[in-house]
């Protein structure tokens, strides 16, 4: 399994940023794809989760309404929409995978997976927030 994380950078705040997952190694249609952020000193926090097979997603409380989750099956690549950026949300940002039986994950099973955390994880892209 390997995934690759970009798309950040600096942003001020109130500003938007698209992250993107480029998946491989695997098959598609059997993975959930996550989210998550890590800031220093912080524990690290689930964003958001959509399961590849049937599309269900879900968010983490702080992100609901400014960030959006999507996924282009062809391309095995998941993204993050994120706008109106605040200071609080700059943190290094991971994708991850979870083995998921399809049909029976759902949304419940994309918040278990941002709650513990997920089977595969990839190196994380920076989002700085800063005026």
């Known amino acids: 399994v390997q995934l690759q994380a970009s798309g950040g950078g600096l942003v ?13 190694g695997f ?11 890590q800031a220093p000193g912080k524990e690290r926090e689930g964003v958001s989760c959509i399961v590849a097979s049937d599309g269900a ?15 282009d099956n062809a391309k095995n ?4 929409q994120m706008n109106n950026l605040q200071p609080e949300d700059m943190a290094l940002y991971l994708c991850a995978v979870d083995r998921v039986v ?19 994880w990839g190196k994380g892209t920076q989002v700085t927030v800063s005026s």
């Open 27 to 37: 098959s598609w249609d059997d993975y959930a794809i996550g989210w998550f952020r």
């Open 77 to 80: 690549t998941v993204y993050l």
């Open 12 to 24: 001020q705040p109130g500003g938007s940023l698209g992250l993107s997952c480029e998946a491989s």
């Open 57 to 71: 997603k879900a968010y983490g409380d702080s992100v609901k309404g400014r960030f959006t989750i999507s996924l």
């Open 102 to 120: 399809p049909g029976k994950w759902g949304v419940a099973g994309c918040r278990r997976g941002l709650a513990y955390g997920m089977d595969y």
